[in-house]
C-alpha cells in the first residue's frame, strides 16, 4: 500500500474550485489526430506566424438602481462598466508588446419597459473628464438581470474583437489559402457555439472538469514543460457544442503540487462534422507548446502563474485603470444622482 | 502636460513628456494655467531632473520581458521643474494636464526675470543657446554686489570665467549705455603661472574651438555671436610685476613668457612707512595680543620716522650699522651724519637694534614701551623670515623719480583692467601685495568717493581671507565684503572651498557661481542656495559650464561660456607663428 502523500492546488485558496475535485465530462471525444496516445513534442513557431494577440475582457457593476420614469413605471437596473482589449505581440520577440483597444464602455442596464435616458456625469474638476452610461435593455426584472446583461456586453464584444483580429480558418478541405500569420489567445473557454472563423484559441487555467477518460488521465502528468496531448474533437452532452481540444503543460510541477499544475486544456472551434482537421488547427496546436511557455508567469510575479499568462496579467491590470477606481465612479453617481434629485450637492 | 500622479505645487512640478519630444536638464519651460474666474497665471521655470520609466509594470525584472516583446508597458518620461517666476504673483498650483511649452523670447526672458533688470550683460549660453542676462544691478553695488565663484581648481576654470565676465561687462555696450565706459576698471591679481600676462592678444585657438563647438551644435553663429560679444582680447591693459630680486639701478619685471609690456612695481621704503605698510608684512597678527600691540607700535615709530621727506629712502641718526657704507655721490646734505636706510634688510637690522641691541641688550625705551623680550624677539624673527620675499619690492635705493614711476597706480588713466602678476613672490609677500594694493584702493575710495567702479578678480580667497584667525588683509578683504559695493569696489573673488572662507565675504556676494566641486564640498551650508540636484551635478561639470545663481532668479542657472578670445599663455598668442598646430594641441592637452 502505497504511503500516505499530500500534495498542494498550485491554485490560490480564493479562486473557486481549484484544480483537485474535477467533475466528470459525459460528452463524447474522438481521437481526431492520431490514434496513438502519448506526449508531441514542440515544434518551433514559423516566421510567418507574426502576431499573436492576448484578449481578455473584464466588467465591473457599479452601482445597483432603482428606476422610475416620467410615465410612472419603476424597476431595477444598475451602471455598469466593461473593458475589452487586447495584448498585440510578436512571439519572436521582434517588437514590443502594444495594448489594442482597451477602451471602457459604460452601461446602464435597466428593466424592460422603462424609458430611460442616457446618462452624462460631469465632474466638479473640469479637468478630470465626463462619463458617459449608455441605456440598454436587461433580459427579464430579476435583480440580477442587470448584471447579466452587463456580463453579455463584455463577452459579444470580446468574441468580436478576438475573432476580428485573427486569421481566418477555412472549413473544408480544398480550402487552404488561409496560412497561419495571426492567432488570438483568448482568456477562457471558447462561449459561443457557432464559430465567427477566427483562428481563436480559448485556453483554460483551471480545469473544473475532466474530460479524458481514467485511462488516458495518466499522460497529464508525464507531459514535458511544452509538449501537449494529441487534438481531439469534443462534441458536449447535448450535442450543441463542438471543439477541438488538447491540454499543453507549461511548466515542471513542483513535487509539492498537484500533477497536473502547469496544465492548461485550449480549445479551438470545430466543425460538427468530426472527420476533417482543419490544418491550422494542427498547426496552432503545434506552435502551443513553445507559444505558451514564452507567454507564461512566473510565481513570484502572479499566483497564477503559470497559466496567468504575462501579457494576460499586463492586460488585466491595463483594463482596470481604464474603468477608473470604482470608488471615485460610486462617488460620483453618487454625487450625480444628488445633483439631480437632492436637496443639495453632495461630494 | 503637468503630471496628476504628483504634486504640482507652485514652486516645483513635474510634467510629462510627450512621446518623440525630448527634455534635458536645464531646459527652460513655461505653463499657463487658469483660475476658475479665467485669469491666467503663467509660471516659469527650469527643468531640474528628468526621468524615464515603465509604467504598469510591477516588477524591476518585467524590463526583461517588456523587451523581449511579451508584456506590454509604455515608457513614462517625465522632467520636474522649479519655478523661477510666477506672473502674476499669484501662488496657485498648476493643474494637472496643463500644458508645458519650451521658454522662448519673451517667455525666456520673464523666465530669467530679464524684465526686471534695468541694465544687463551676458553672463553665458544656456543649454538651448540662449543667453542668460546677468543684472549689472546686482553686480556695481546699486542693488548688491561681488561675485563670488568656487570650484576645484585646474576643471572648474573659475578665472576663466571671471575674466569672461569682466569682458562681458566691458564689451556689450552696457557700459557705453550706462555713460561709464572710461571710469569702469578692472584690477586682477594673478596668482597662478603667467596665466593672465597675455589678456591683450589674441588666442591662436579661438577659431578652431568656437568652430568644432559651433559644427558640433549645429549653430548658425558661434557662441560670441550669440552672447552679441566681440570675440576680441580686453583692451587698455596694463601689467604689474614684482621687480627681479637682487640689487641695482635697472628695475627689471620678474616675469619669463613676456619679454615687453609688462611694467615692474616697488614701494619706496619711505612710503613703506609713511603709509603703514608694516601690518600687511604679518598675515598672522592675530594671533598674540600683544605682537599686534608690538606691530601697532612699530607702525606708528616708522610712519613718524618717515614725515617730513620725499627721498625714497630713510635716514637715521642714532643707528651705526656694524658695515661700513661708502658715501655715495648723490648724498644730500640733509644726510650728513645720518645713517641712511636703504633697503628693507637695512630697515629690519635697524629695529633690531632699536629693540633688543641698543642700551647693551635693553632696547630704546620709547621703542620697546615695557614689550616683553620674546615678543619683540618674535617681531623681529617673523621679519627676518619675510626679509627675502619683501625685499626686491620695498627698496630705498631707488631714485625718487623711479619711485614715482614704478608705484602701482591701478587708476591710471587710459587703462581699463590691470593685472598684478603675483605669482612669484611667498605667500607673505603676495598677501601684502595685495592687501597694500586694495588698502590703497580702498582709502582712494573713501576721499573720492564713488565716482566709478573697481572690479578686483582675486583667486584663492581662502588663502587671504580664511575663515579661521585675523589678518590685516581678511581685514581689508571684509572692508571691500561689506563697504566696498557703496563705494564701488567690487570684489570677484574665487576659492576652491566656500566653506574655508570668511562667511561674511561670500555672503556679501549677490551673484554666485559654481563650478565643477567635490561632492562632500558641495554638501556643505555655504552652497545650501544649489538646489539639492544642482548639488549633486555640480560634481559632473565639465570645465566651460558653470552654474549661476543671482538675486533675480530664485534658481540656479546652468551655462557655458566660450573659449577664451584672449590668450592664457604664450604659446596661444595668434602673433606667435612657427609652431605646429600639433605641438600646440598636445600643450593644450597636456600631453
Redesign the interface.
Known sequence: MAPMRIRLDPWPVDMEGGQLGLQRFEGDLIDIETPRWGAVAPRSIPARLHTVYVVDGKRRMESRVFLEDDEGEAGMGGFGAYVVGAVNLCPHGSRPAELENVRARRLLAHAPGLRVDPCLLSPRDPHTGQLQYTPIVAEGTDPLAPLHKLQQAMLSAEQELSHGLASAVPFDEGDDREALTALTLQDGTLRRRSNLGGAVVGYVKTMQTQYLPPDRVGLLSELKPGERTPIMHLTSKTGKTTRFIWYVRLCEAAFYQHPMSGVMRLEMYAPDDSDFLPPIVREVANVSGELLCRLASRAHKDPRAPQNLIPTAALESAMSRAMGSADLVTRRLRAHIAGQYGPGAVA | MVL?TEDATPVSFWFAVSPGASVGMDDLVTVRTRKPGGQPVSFYGLVDAVRTRHE????D??VQ?????????SVSYAARVLVTRVDPEDFIPP???DEVRQARGEALALALSADKMDYSFPGGLLADGQVLPVNYGFVNGEQGGHINISGISGVATKTSYALFLLHSIFRSGLLTQRGEGHTTRALIFNVKGEDLLFLDRLNAKLGKKEGDFQERKGWQEGRYARLGLPAEPFRDVQFLAPPRAGQGDVIVPDVEQRAAGVTPFVFSLREFCARRMLPYVFSDAGGSLNLGFVIGNMEEKLARLAAGDDAPSLTVDDWQPDTEVLLSENLRFDDMGKTRIETFAALVSYLEYKLLDQNDGEGDPRWVLKQNQGTLRAFVRRLRGVQKHLAPLVRGDVSAAQAERYRPNVLKSGVQTSVVDIHKLGGHAQSFVVGVLLRDLFEHKERYGRQDTVFVVLDELNKYAPREGDSPIKDVLLDVAERGRSLGIILIGAQQTASEVERRIVSNAAIRVVGRLDLAEAERPEYRFLPQSFRARAGILQPGTMLVSQPDVPNPVLVSYPFPAWATRRDEVAEDVGRDVEEVGEDWLGI
Do not use: E, N
Not at chain 2, 504598469?56 to 516588477?59: A, H, L, R, S, Y
Not at chain 2, 520581458?65 to 508597458?73: K, R
Open positions: 496628476g504598469g509594470v510591477t516588477f525584472s518585467d520581458d517588456v523587451m523581449a516583446g511579451l508584456l506590454p508597458a493643474q494637472p494636464g
